[in-house]
C-alpha cells in the first residue's frame, strides 16, 4: 500500500460507521493485493477503447491498446526519444547490400511470461499471423514489403527476413510490431497475452477497467522492472485526469492535455515533462479539385496562417510551428528551415493571379475525434478570413471522420502521428499512397522517395528525403501548421520515467516508486 | 343556578375570522348561544351560513387562518381559547367529541378499524390491554348497530359502505361516553335508509343517556326528529332560537318562515303563499 | 305483463320495453370480461305528453342510467325504446338532430354540467347554433329571453358559472335545455346538491314552465316528498328492478310494496319529535343482489321464507295504472304495510288534500 | 322581497377577473421577469454582445474578467461574455422548440386519447408506456448519433421524447374533465368528437398543457445541455451552453469562467423556468406525473 | 388492473414488460441499423484498409440482410443467451452483468440518500407551509434540480475534491477495498445525482402532506384527543407517501438512464457508459442488451413503486365489499 489518497484514511474513518452497513460482499470489487510492500504504478491513458480494447498487437492502434502492448510485448527493436532505433529483442541486425534481406541476432536468455524460452520461432509465428487473413490486422498494409513466407530461422536465435524489395529502414519498419509466444491463438494473444514483457497480465477483461499487470519475475533485464505491480485505465475527460493525479487517485499520465495545465504546474507533488514529437496538426486539400489545383492557391492558404498565434490557441503554446512538411527538424533527417510568416498581401496576391480576385469560399470539415481539430479549424478559418478566404467549417461526428470524412471530402482537417521520416513522407503524400488525403500526384517526390528507400548511404538519404520535404513544404496540398509537445505528468514520488514523444513508446521498465 | 350549572357549553358575542386573500372577513358575528346539559339543540341554516366554522370553534380547534376576534366559547366553565394543546388533547374524545359529515373520510385509510378504536381508548385510558381493547371496541360497535362487529375491526373502513362508516365514526365519537356530542351534518349525502338508522341510533341514545348534542345540519325535516331546540343560523348570526316545534311550527323570523317554507313535506304541500309569482314565460318555448 | 303497469291514462310519448343495462369493461389485456349484475334489470314505463314521471330509488338503483340510456349516453344491452316515432336504442351520436333536440338531459350537479371556461351567454346559446343554426349575433336576444324564462338577469349571459350561485346554474343549465325546445326533459337529480331553498325555487320555475309547454318530464330522485307534490306518477326502483308503478295518490297510498313502505317511512315528519326508535341495525348489505328471486327479498321485513329468495314476484295490479311487484297478495299488502305510521299519516294528508 | 331565491341564495359576485398572469404568486413573477430578460437579450444578441461569439483572439486566452471583457476570455481568446450572450439564442430556442413540439403533440394525443377511451386508449396507453420504458437518453443518442448532430434534429428529438410523458399526464386530465356532466350535455346535443375535444375539453385542460409546457421546457433545457456536453448537441464553434461547459472544464484550472458563465446562464434559466413552472401549477392546479425531469 | 391484488399485478406486469421488451428490442435493433457506417468501420478506424474491412465484415456476418440478424438476435435471446458483442467478441451477458450492477450500485446509494433525505425535507417544509423554512427549502431543492447534472458534478470536484480534499474525483471503485471506501469513493457521484433529484420529491411529499394534514381523518384523529406525534405518523404520514413514492419512482427511472452523464463526469464504468460506447461502435447486440438491461430496470423500478402504493393503500391492496 504505497500510494494511497492523502485523506483517504482520515475520510474512511469517518465513514467507518457507513461500512457496517454493507460490509464488501455487497459488490464484487476486483479484490487488490493489499499486502505489503506491493508497488503499484497506477497508469492512466486518455482515450478510452472501451470492449474493443485488445492486448494483441496486430490490432492496438490507438492509445490503451498501445499501452497495453507496451507493458507486455516487446519488440525486435525499439525506437528512442529521437526516433532512432534501438536494440530491444534483437541484440544485432545488418541488411544485405541492397537492404533486401535483414538478419536479427536475437537475445539470450529471454523468457516468456509462462516460462517458455524466447526462440525465433516466436518472431517468425508473430509476423506470420499479421498477414493471416483471419487476423485482420491494419499493420499488413505496411509490411507489404515482408514475404510471410520468406522469414526464416537461421538459428534458435537468428532471423533472416527476405523482402519482397529492397527497405533500408526496415527495423524503423518493424519497431512497433511485438513479438508475442508462438502457438498462442488469436483470442489468447488478445487477453492472455504471453509475451517477454517486464509485466505479465494479472488481469485484462475488454471493457473492464483497469486491467492489472504484475512484474516478470523472470525479465531479462535484471532487477527491473522497478514497480510490482500496474494498473491502467482510461479516463477520457481532461479535467478528470488532472484531478485524479492531483488527488493521487493516479500516479502517472503521458497524454495530459496541451492547454490549462496551471493546476498541475503549481503543484508541488506533480512532476511534468514535455517532450517535442513530430506529431502534426493541419488541414489537407485535393490537388486536383477547384480551387486547390491551383498550387498559387495552395501557397496562398499556407500564407494565410498565422502559425505562433494557432500554436497558442490549439496548443496553448506547448509544440512548435511547422513548415508545411510532416518532418520536425529535430527529427532525423528533417528540413531545419524557417517557418513561413503570415503573409496577408501575399496571399491575396496569390490568390488574384490564380483568378480569385474576390477570394474563394470553401468547405473545411473537422471534428472533435482528435485533440485541437476543432479549435485549429476555427482558429484559421479567423485567420484567413483577411485574406479573402473564407471558410464554412462542418463539423463532422467524432465516430465516423476518419471513415466518413477522411479521404472523402476536399478539404479536412488532419493529424498524424509521429514517425521517422520515410513514413511520415511516405504513407500521406506518395502518389499511389492508400492515405493520400491530398490526392497529390507529384512523379519527382514519388522518385525521391523510392530512390531514397534504395540509398544505403544515410547522407545521401538524408538529403534525398529532405528535398522531397521541399516539395511537399511547396507544392504540396498540405497545411502542416504545428508539430505537438507531448506532456506527461506524475506524481513526485514516481521515479525514473522519461516521457516518450511517441505515445505509442512509452516504457514503464525503468519507473520506481519511492515513499 | 348560575348559567354555567345549567349551561354545558355557553357561547358568548363569538366573532370569528377568516383570512382569504390577505384580508380577514368575520364568518361569525357576535354570536351568543348555550348548549345545555342533556339538551339536543339542533343548528340550521344554509350552507356558508358559519355553522361548521361554529361547530370547529365549539371543537377547540385553532388554525391559521381562523381567528376568533372577540366573544368566549367555555365549555362547562372552561375557556376553551385560553386551553394548552395538551389540556385540550384531555378533553378532546373524552369530554367533547365530533361526528363528522362524511365518516368514511374521517377514517383514517391506512389504518384498521381495530386499531382506530385501540388508540382511541389508549389515548385517554394506557392500561387496557388487546383483549380489552377488542372488547370495548366489540361493544361499541354492536352499540351502533354494525353487523359483525368482531370481522369490522380486522376491515379496513373502505370495506363498509357509507353508512356503515358513518356508524363507525359514531361509535368513535362515543367511544368515552362524551359530555357534549357535537355532529356536523351526520346524514347529509346519506341514503334515506342510512339516514333513518342513524337517526334512531341518535334517538336511542338520547333516550338512554344524558349525553348533551349540538346537531348541525341544514335539514330542518331531520333536526325536527330529534332535537329539544333549534336556532336557525344565517350568514355568521342567529335569528332565531327556541323550542324546535316553536321556531319549526311557528317561525317568526322572516328568513326562518322563508326555510320552513320552502321545504317538501311529505304530508303537506308548499305553501303557494310563500312562493314567488310565476312571471310570465314568454310564448318562444313551445315543445 | 308490460300493459298492466302502464297508466290508462295516459298517451305514452315514451315508451321503455324491458330494459336491461350493464356496466362491463372489456379488459383489453387479460381479455376477460367483468361479469357484473345488471345495473338495470328488466324495467318498462311510459311516459306520457305532458306528463311527469318520478323515477324513485336510492343511490345505485340504476335511476340514472335508464335516464343515460333514454338519452343515448349509454347502451342498452337489452329491451326496446321507443320516443315517438323514434327508436332510442342508437346512442347519441347516430340519432337524428332532431331526436336529440326533442329529448333533453339536465343533470344533478350544475357545477359539473356548465362548462368552466364559457360564459353564460355562450353556454346557453349553444344548442341554438346547433339545432337552429343562429348565428352568435342572432342569438343574444334569443338568450336573454331564455335566461328570462329562468328568472335570471339577462347581463348574466356576461358572467362565467363561478360567479354565480349553485341554485342560478342549475337554472342555467335549464335554460340550456329549454334552449332546445325540447319535448321532453330529463331531469337526473337535478335539486338533490342545492339547498332547500334554491330546490324550492327550481321546482316552481319548472312547474311553470311545464304548465305553460306541456312538456313531459322523466323526474328522477330519491327525495320521496319532493316526488309526492311534483309528479304525476311514480316509478319505484330497487337495485335496477322496478318494484311499484302508479299515479302518485295511489303509490303513497296503501298497499305499498314493501320497499315504498320502508322509504316512506325514512321520511322524517316535520316539526314532531320522535320518541321511539325503529329498527337500529341497518339491513345486512350484501355486495351483489340474489341473482334469483326477489331483488328486495334480502331485506324485506315480510318475506316469505323459500319463495321471495327463489321465485321472480310477479306484477299485481291493484288499482287501475297502480301496479306492485310482490309475491303478496295486494290485500296482504294492504294489511301489512297499511298499518305502518306513516301510511296511516299519509292517509290523513291525502284525506286532507281531497 | 317577491323572490325567494333573493332572500336565501347568496350569490357570489362576480370578483373582477383578473389576468392569470397576474395572480401569480411573486416568484413567479419574478421568474417571468427573468424569462423575459433572457428573450430580450436573446433576440438582441447582436445588438448587446460586446464581440462577435466566434471571434478567436479578441484577447489573449484566459484573460480574467476585466473591464474590456466583463466575463474573460477562453482558451481561444473569445470574450466569454458574447458567447454567453450568443448560448442564449441556441438554448431558449431548442427548449422552446423541444417544449411546443411535446406540449403541442403530447397534448393532441393525450386529448384525443383521454377522450375516446376505450380500446384505443388501452392500446395507446400501452404503446406509450413501453415507449417510456426505453429511457430517453438510449434514443436521443441514437436518433442524434445517426442522423447527425444539428440543433433542430436534437429540439425534435427531445420534444418528440417528451410526448409520452406530456400525453398520459394530460390524458389523466382530460379523462377527469370528460367524465364531467358537462362533456355529457355536449355529446347528448349531438356535437362532434372534434368539437368536444376542442370546445369544451381544450380550455379545460390549458392549464395543464401550460404547466406541461414549462415543466418540458425545463427539462428540455436540461437534456439538451446534457447531450450538449456529451457531444451529442450542437457543434463547435457554436456558442452553445452545455458545449461551452464541456469545452472549457479541461481548462477549468486555467480559467472558471469559460465554464462558470454557462453553467450559471443554464442554472438561472432552468431555475427561472421551474418557479415559473410552480407558479403556473398552482394557478392551474396540480399536473403532476410528468416531474420536471 | 389496480384493484387486483400484488401477485396479480406482478402476473400482469411481467406478461406486459415481455412484451415491452420485445418492442424496446425491435425499436432499437431499427435505430441501429439506421446508423450510417457500420461496425466494421468503427471497430478499424483510421487503419481500416479495403482488405481488413472485407475480412472483418465477413467474420461479423455483417451483410446478412437485417431481418435475419434480428432473428438471429432474438432466436438466442428466447434461449436466454444475449448474442456475443461484435467489438469484443465476447458474451454480452458477461459484460451487462457487470456494468449493470455498478450502475445499480451507484442508483441504489443515491437512492439510499434519496429517500429518506427527500421525504424527510418534505415533512419539514409542509410543517409550515409556505413559513420560511418552507420557502428557503423549496427554493434551494429547485435551483439545486435546476443547475444540470454535469455542472454539478464538475463543480463538486472542484470544490470537495480538488479545494477541500474531502473526497476522490472520480470513482474508481475498484481501487475501494472496503464497503467504506465504496461509499467514499461515490459520495460526488451520489450527491451529484441528489441535487437533480431532491426537489421533485420534496415538493411531492410536502403537497400531499399538506393536503393529508387537512383530510377529515387527521382532523378526527386530533380530535379524538391522539398525541400530536401519533396523528403525524400513524395517521398523515402514511397516508401522503403514495405521491412521494411515485415521485421516487419517476427519480429512480430517471436514475437509470440519465445517470450517463454523470457517469461520464465521475469516470464510473456504468451501464450508461456501455451504451454510449456501443453506440458509437454499433455494437448491436450489446446495445441491444444494454437497453434491455435499461428498460427491465426501468420496468422493475416501476413495479416496486407499485407494489410500495398498493401496500401503503388498503384500497387498492384489497377488494372492495
Known amino acids: 500500500m504505497t500510494n494511497q489518497t492523502r485523506t483517504g484514511v482520515s475520510r474512511r474513518t469517518l465513514l467507518a460507521g457507513a461500512a457496517v452497513l454493507g460490509g464488501s460482499a455487497l459488490f464484487p470489487i ?486 | 343556578m348560575t348559567a354555567a350549572a345549567h349551561d354545558l357549553m355557553t357561547v358568548a358575542s363569538l366573532t370569528v375570522d377568516y383570512r382569504q386573500q390577505g384580508q380577514w372577513h368575520s364568518v361569525i358575528r357576535d354570536l351568543s348561544l348555550a348548549v345545555r346539559r342533556g339538551e339536543i339543540l339542533g343548528l340550521a341554516g344554509e350552507s356558508g351560513c358559519g355553522k361548521s366554522t361554529l361547530a370547529s370553534v365549539l371543537l377547540g380547534e385553532r388554525r391559521g387562518e381562523r381567528r376568533l376576534r372577540a366573544g368566549s366559547v367555555q365549555f362547562d366553565g372552561i375557556d376553551l381559547s385560553t386551553l394548552r394543546a395538551r389540556e385540550l388533547r384531555r378533553l378532546r374524545g373524552v369530554r367533547l367529541a365530533l361526528v363528522p359529515q362524511n365518516g368514511g373520510a374521517s377514517l383514517t385509510p391506512t389504518l384498521r378499524i381495530g386499531s382506530l378504536f385501540a388508540e382511541t381508548l389508549r389515548a385517554h385510558r394506557p392500561h387496557m390491554n388487546k383483549a380489552e381493547l377488542a372488547a370495548e371496541a366489540r361493544r361499541q360497535l354492536s352499540q351502533v348497530g354494525l353487523p359483525d362487529p368482531t370481522g369490522a375491526l380486522a376491515r379496513f373502513p373502505h370495506q363498509f359502505s357509507g353508512g356503515q362508516q358513518q356508524r363507525i365514526a359514531l361509535a368513535l365519537a362515543l367511544c368515552r361516553m362524551p359530555d357534549l356530542l357535537i355532529l356536523d351534518e351526520p346524514t347529509t349525502g346519506q341514503d334515506a335508509m342510512t339516514r333513518r338508522g342513524i337517526i334512531d341510533l341518535l334517538i336511542r341514545l338520547r333516550l338512554s343517556s344524558r349525553m348533551s348534542m349540538l346537531y348541525v345540519s341544514h335539514d330542518l325535516a331531520t333536526l325536527s326528529e330529534i332535537c329539544d331546540r333549534i336556532a336557525i343560523m344565517h350568514a355568521g348570526e342567529i335569528v332565531e332560537i327556541g323550542q324546535m316545534e316553536d321556531v319549526l311550527l311557528r317561525p317568526r323570523h322572516p328568513y326562518t318562515r322563508a326555510l320552513v317554507a320552502s321545504i317538501p313535506r311529505l304530508e303537506a304541500p308548499p305553501d303557494p303563499a310563500l312562493l314567488p309569482a310565476s312571471r310570465r314565460t314568454p310564448e318562444r318555448i313551445t315543445a | 305483463m308490460t300493459a298492466m303497469i302502464r297508466s290508462t291514462a295516459i298517451v305514452p310519448q315514451l315508451h321503455i320495453d324491458n330494459l336491461s343495462c350493464r356496466y362491463e369493461r372489456p379488459h383489453l389485456f387479460s381479455g376477460r370480461r367483468n361479469k357484473t349484475p345488471p345495473a338495470v334489470d328488466d324495467v318498462s314505463f311510459a311516459v306520457g305528453a305532458g306528463e311527469t314521471l318520478a323515477l324513485v330509488g336510492e343511490s345505485g338503483s340504476g335511476k340514472s342510467t335508464i335516464a343515460r340510456t333514454i338519452a343515448g349516453l349509454f347502451p342498452a344491452a337489452a329491451g326496446r325504446l321507443r320516443y315517438g316515432g323514434h327508436d332510442l336504442t342508437l346512442p347519441v351520436e347516430r340519432r337524428a338532430a332532431e331526436l336529440r333536440r326533442l329529448i333533453q338531459i339536465i343533470f344533478q350537479n350544475p357545477d359539473a354540467s356548465l362548462n368552466r371556461r364559457h360564459r353564460i351567454g355562450s353556454i346557453i346559446a349553444r344548442p341554438l347554433r346547433l339545432f337552429f343554426g343562429l348565428s352568435d349575433a342572432d342569438s343574444r336576444q334569443e338568450v336573454a329571453s331564455l335566461l328570462e324564462a329562468v328568472r335570471l338577469p339577462t347581463d348574466y349571459a356576461e358572467r362565467f358559472p363561478s360567479e354565480i350561485s349553485g341554485g342560478e346554474r342549475q337554472r342555467v343549465a335549464i335554460a340550456r335545455a329549454l334552449a332546445a325546445r325540447p319535448s321532453l326533459l330529463l331531469c337526473d337529480e337535478i335539486v338533490s346538491a342545492l339547498d332547500v331553498s334554491a330546490q324550492a325555487t327550481i321546482l316552481e320555475l319548472l312547474r311553470s314552465i311545464q304548465t305553460q309547454t306541456r312538456l313531459s318530464m322523466l323526474f328522477i330522485t330519491h327525495d320521496l316528498a319532493v316526488v309526492r307534490w311534483f309528479a304525476d306518477r311514480v316509478a319505484v326502483l330497487y337495485r335496477g328492478h322496478l318494484c311499484e308503478v302508479g299515479p302518485v295518490e295511489r303509490v303513497f297510498a296503501p298497499p305499498y310494496h314493501p320497499y315504498t313502505s320502508l322509504l316512506l317511512e325514512a321520511v322524517p315528519v316535520f316539526g314532531r319529535r320522535r320518541e321511539a326508535a325503529g329498527d337500529a341495525a341497518s339491513p345486512a348489505v350484501t355486495s351483489s343482489p340474489p341473482t334469483t328471486g326477489c331483488a328486495f327479498a334480502s331485506q324485506c321485513r315480510h318475506r316469505i321464507d323459500g319463495l321471495c329468495r327463489s321465485a321472480e314476484p310477479p306484477w299485481r295490479q291493484v288499482a287501475p295504472g297502480h301496479a306492485i311487484r310482490c309475491h303478496l297478495e295486494a290485500s296482504d299488502l294492504n294489511r301489512i304495510t297499511g298499518r305502518a305510521a306513516t301510511g296511516a299519516r299519509l292517509q290523513v294528508a291525502a284525506a286532507q288534500k281531497s | 322581497m317577491t323572490d325567494l331565491s333573493v332572500l336565501l341564495e347568496s350569490r357570489p359576485r362576480p370578483a373582477g377577473r383578473r389576468f392569470a398572469l397576474q395572480r401569480l404568486p411573486v416568484s413567479a413573477k419574478v421568474a417571468g421577469l427573468v424569462l423575459l430578460a433572457y428573450a430580450a437579450v436573446a433576440m438582441l444578441a447582436p445588438a448587446i454582445a460586446p464581440y462577435p461569439p466566434n471571434e478567436i483572439f479578441v484577447g489573449s486566452p484566459f484573460e480574467p474578467p476585466s473591464a474590456a471583457f466583463l466575463l474573460g476570455t477562453d482558451s481561444l481568446g473569445r470574450d466569454v461574455l458574447s458567447r454567453t450572450i450568443y448560448g442564449s439564442r441556441t438554448i431558449l430556442l431548442m427548449g422552446g422548440a423541444a417544449a411546443g413540439l411535446s406540449a403541442s403533440i403530447g397534448g393532441l394525443l393525450g386529448m384525443f386519447i383521454g377522450y375516446r377511451g376505450g380500446v384505443l386508449d388501452e392500446v395507446a396507453m400501452r404503446m406509450l408506456e413501453i415507449i417510456m420504458s426505453i429511457p430517453s437518453i438510449i434514443f436521443a443518442l441514437l436518433i442524434v448519433g445517426s442522423l447527425g448532430a444539428s440543433a433542430p434534429l436534437v429540439a425534435v428529438t427531445v420534444g418528440l421524447l417528451s410526448v409520452p410523458n406530456v400525453a398520459r399526464v394530460v390524458r389523466a386530465a382530460t379523462q377527469s374533465v370528460a367524465s364531467e356532466d358537462f362533456i355529457t350535455a355536449a355529446r347528448a346535443r349531438g356535437e362532434t368528437s372534434l368539437s368536444i375535444v376542442l370546445r369544451e375539453l381544450l380550455p379545460n385542460v390549458t392549464g395543464t398543457l401550460i404547466v406541461e409546457f414549462s415543466i418540458r421546457t425545463g427539462y428540455s433545457i436540461l437534456f439538451i445541455g446534457g447531450l450538449g456536453f456529451l457531444g451529442f448537441g450542437a457543434q463547435p464553434p457554436t456558442a452553445d451552453w452545455g458545449l461551452m461547459v464541456n469545452e472549457g472544464r479541461g481548462t477549468i484550472d486555467a480559467s472558471i469562467w469559460p465554464v462558470a458563465a454557462p453553467a450559471a446562464g443554464m442554472a438561472m434559466l432552468v431555475t427561472a423556468v421551474n418557479l415559473f413552472t410552480d407558479g403556473v401549477n398552482r394557478l392551474f392546479g396540480p399536473a403532476e406525473q410528468g416531474g420536471v425531469r | 388492473m389496480r384493484v387486483a391484488p400484488i401477485p396479480r399485478l406482478i402476473v400482469t406486469r411481467l406478461a406486459l414488460s415481455v412484451l415491452s421488451l420485445f418492442v424496446v428490442s425491435l425499436i432499437v435493433f431499427s435505430a441501429v441499423e439506421l446508423l450510417p457506417g457500420d461496425t466494421a468501420e468503427r471497430i478499424l478506424g483510421r487503419e481500416a484498409t479495403k482488405e481488413s474491412l472485407a475480412a472483418l465484415r465477413t467474420q461479423l456476418r455483417l451483410s446478412d440482410p437485417a431481418p435475419e440478424r434480428y432473428a438471429r438476435w432474438l432466436g438466442g435471446i428466447v434461449q436466454g443467451d444475449f448474442g456475443r458483442s461484435l467489438v469484443a467478441d465476447r458474451p454480452v451477458f458477461s459484460y451487462i452483468a457487470g456494468y449493470l450492477g455498478r450502475t445499480l450500485l451507484l442508483g441504489g446509494l443515491a437512492l439510499l440518500i434519496h429517500i429518506p433525505l427527500s421525504i424527510g425535507l418534505g415533512l419539514l417544509a409542509a410543517a409550515r407551509p409556505d413559513g420560511a423554512s418552507d420557502l428557503a427549502l423549496s427554493a434551494a431543492v429547485l435551483i439545486g434540480m435546476s443547475i444540470p447534472e454535469f455542472v454539478v458534478g464538475i463543480f463538486l470536484i472542484m470544490l470537495l475534491a480538488n479545494d477541500l480534499q474531502l473526497f476522490p474525483p472520480l470513482a474508481l471503485i475498484d481501487q475501494a477495498k472496503s464497503f467504506g471506501d465504496v461509499i467514499h469513493m461515490l459520495a460526488l457521484p451520489v450527491i451529484t445525482l441528489n441535487f437533480a433529484m431532491t426537489a421533485y420529491v420534496v415538493r411531492q411529499t410536502r403537497n400531499s402532506m399538506i393536503e393529508v394534514l387537512k383530510s377529515d381523518y387527521v382532523r378526527m384523529a386530533s380530535l379524538r384527543g391522539l398525541s400530536p406525534l401519533r396523528v403525524l405518523f400513524v395517521h398523515a404520514l402514511p397516508n401522503a407517501l403514495s405521491p412521494a413514492i411515485n415521485a421516487i419512482a419517476l427519480n429512480a427511472s430517471w436514475l437509470v438512464g440519465g445517470i450517463v452523464v454523470v457517469e461520464v463526469v465521475f469516470n464510473y464504468p456504468g451501464l450508461g457508459r456501455l451504451l454510449v460506447e456501443s453506440i458509437r461502435f454499433h455494437d448491436v447486440p450489446m446495445i441491444q442488451g444494454a437497453a434491455l438491461a435499461l428498460s427491465a430496470a426501468y420496468i422493475a423500478v416501476n413495479l416496486v413503486a407499485d407494489i410500495a402504493t398498493l401496500l401503503l393503500n388498503p384500497k387498492l391492496r384489497t377488494r372492495t365489499a
Do not use: C
Not at chain 1, 34 to 54: C, H, M, N, P, Q
Not at chain 1, 94 to 100: I, W
Not at chain 1, 321 to 340: H, S, T, Y
Not at chain 1, 494 to 510: A, E, I, N, T
Open chain 1, 30 to 515: 476486483e479484490q487488490v493485493k493489499a499486502a505489503g510492500g506491493i508497488k503499484t504504478l497506477r497508469i492512466a491513458s486518455g482515450e478510452a477503447d472501451g470492449v474493443k480494447g485488445t492486448l494483441d498487437p496486430a490490432y492496438g492502434t490507438n492509445d490503451p491498446d498501445a499501452a497495453r502492448a507496451g507493458l507486455v510485448f516487446e519488440g525486435l527493436v525499439k525506437l528512442d526519444e529521437a526516433f532512432a532505433v534501438q536494440p530491444s529483442l534483437a541484440t544485432a541486425w545488418k541488411p544485405n547490400d541492397d537492404g533486401s534481406v535483414w538478419t536479427f541476432n536475437l537475445r539470450p536468455g529471454v523468457k516468456f511470461h509462462d516460462g517458455s524460452p524466447f526462440t525465433a520461432t516466436d518472431v517468425i509465428f508473430s509476423f506470420r499471423r499479421l498477414f493471416d487473413p483471419k487476423t485482420p490486422s491494419p499493420s499488413a498494409a505496411w509490411l507489404a514489403p515482408i514475404d510471410p513466407e520468406n522469414i526464416k530461422a537461421v538459428d534458435d536465435l537468428t532471423v533472416e527476413f527476405k523482402l519482397r524489395e529492397p527497405v533500408v529502414e526496415f527495423p524503423e519498419l518493424i519497431y512497433s510490431h511485438k513479438v508475442v509466444k508462438a502457438g498462442q491463438t488469436n483470442e489468447q494473444v488478445r487477453t492472455a497475452g504471453i509475451g517477454t514483457g517486464a509485466f505479465k497480465v494479472e488481469r485484462f477483461v475488454p471493457g473492464e477497467e483497469p486491467s492489472t499487470y504484475v512484474r516478470h519475475d523472470q525479465y531479462w533485464q535484471p532487477g527491473k522492472p522497478g514497480v510490482d505491480r500496474v494498473e491502467l485505465r482510461s479516463i477520457p475527460e481532461e479535467a478528470a485526469r488532472i484531478a485524479a493525479l492531483v488527488s493521487g487517485q493516479v500516479d502517472l499520465f503521458w497524454d495530459l492535455p496541451l492547454r490549462g495545465l496551471t493546476r498541475l504546474e503549481q503543484d508541488k507533488n506533480i512532476v511534468l515533462q514535455t517532450a517535442k514529437t513530430s506529431f502534426w496538426l493541419g488541414l489537407a486539400a485535393w490537388t486536383d479539385t477547384k480551387p486547390f489545383d491551383d498550387p498559387r492557391v495552395r501557397l496562398a492558404l499556407k500564407l494565410a496562417a498565422n502559425r505562433d498565434q494557432l500554436l497558442k490557441a490549439v496548443l496553448g503554446g506547448h509544440g512548435s510551428v511547422a513548415n508545411d512538411q510532416p518532418v520536425a527538424p529535430w527529427i532525423k533527417f528533417g528540413l531545419p528551415d524557417e517557418p513561413r510568416k503570415q503573409d496577408i498581401e501575399q496571399a491575396k496576391k496569390l490568390l488574384a493571379e490564380a483568378g480569385y480576385p474576390d477570394g474563394i469560399d470553401v468547405e473545411l470539415y473537422t471534428s472533435a475525434s482528435g485533440s485541437g481539430l476543432v479549435e485549429l479549424a476555427t482558429a484559421y478559418k479567423a485567420q484567413a478570413e483577411a485574406a479573402g478566404i473564407r471558410i464554412s467549417i462542418n463539423q463532422a461526428p467524432a465516430e465516423d471522420y476518419w471513415s466518413n470524412i477522411w479521404l472523402k471530402k476536399p478539404f479536412i482537417v488532419t493529424a498524424w502521428s509521429g514517425k521517422g521520416a520515410d513514413a511520415a513522407l511516405a504513407r500521406p503524400f506518395l502518389s499511389d499512397a492508400e492515405w493520400n488525403e491530398t490526392h497529390w500526384h507529384n512523379d519527382a517526390f514519388d522518385k525521391l522517395i523510392l530512390e531514397a528507400r534504395r540509398t544505403i548511404d544515410e547522407k545521401k538519404r538524408g538529403e534525398l528525403y529532405q528535398k522531397a520535404q521541399e516539395l511537399v513544404r511547396d507544392d504540396g496540398g498540405a497545411l502542416i501548421l504545428l508539430f505537438a509537445d507531448a506532456i506527461g505528468a506524475t506524481r513526485a514520488n514516481v521515479r525514473g520515467w522519461k516521457l516518450h514523444p511517441q505515445k505509442l513508446s512509452q516504457s514503464y521498465v525503468d519507473v520506481t516508486i519511492v515513499d
